[in-house]
């Protein structure tokens, strides 16, 4: 296997959200909305499910990534007239190389969101905490300590 990677999807605030986490990150986003992608022969349009109104998702965001050392997180909108599914049952976890970067980073997607439980040492022996965005998605950051 080559890499496992996250892949988030919104009601139509992905690029608002991939931008943010960009910034927060350090990474430049990477954004294709419906309206780039050519016609797909014997669908609808581009082959989304039953329900999706392509002439109305034409601006929301079709793919995008971002690029943080060899992790790579992707998101997009899913067309109006569907829904994205499953909020709350999952969390990005990030594996930092140094306290400086998991608190830059935590600062960073905490603006707006929720501090579920803040960056400190635990009983398993790394320095740990989580958040929930301003997006309702749950961030992890874990820092391994020396032993």
Same mark, same amino acid.
């Given at each position: ?28 986003? =990477? ?31 079709? =793919? ?73 998605? =749950? ?9």
């Amino acid at each position: 296997m080559k890499a496992i990677q996250p892949y988030l999807f919104f009601n139509g605030n992905c690029r608002e959200a991939i931008t943010f986490y960009g910034k927060a990150l350090g990474a430049e986003p =990477h954004i294709m909305t419906f309206a780039d992608a050519p016609p797909q022969p014997g669908t609808n349009q581009e082959g989304c499910g039953e329900g999706a109104d392509m002439a109305a998702s034409q601006d929301r965001v079709m =793919h995008a990534n971002i690029r943080v050392g060899n992790a790579v997180l992707m998101a997009s909108d899913v067309p109006v007239g569907q829904t994205a599914q499953g909020e709350g049952n999952f969390a990005v976890s990030i594996d930092c190389e140094s306290e400086q970067e998991q608190d830059r980073f935590f600062a960073s997607l905490s603006e707006g969101g929720k501090v579920m439980l803040p960056v400190g040492d635990t009983f398993w022996g790394a320095r740990f905490g989580m958040l929930t965005d301003k997006f309702g998605v =749950h961030w992890m950051f874990n820092l391994e300590q020396k032993k």
